[in-house]
């Protein structure tokens, strides 16, 4: 289980790699956290 700071994270680093959202959006983060 992760946290809100852990999943913050893994959503800045997914940002790097994915900055305009295309690759699956919503699968990973739910919309709600983005």
Not at 3 to 14: A, D, F, M
Not at 23 to 32: A, Q, S, T, W, Y
């Given at each position: 289980f992760?946290?809100?700071?852990?999943?913050?994270l893994l959503?800045r680093?997914?940002?790097?790699?994915?900055?305009?959202?295309?690759l699956?959006p919503?699968?990973?983060?739910?919309?709600?956290l983005a």
């Amino acid at each position: 289980f992760l946290g809100p700071s852990e999943l913050h994270l893994l959503q800045r680093i997914k940002q790097v790699f994915d900055p305009k959202g295309i690759l699956n959006p919503g699968k990973i983060f739910p919309e709600h956290l983005a």
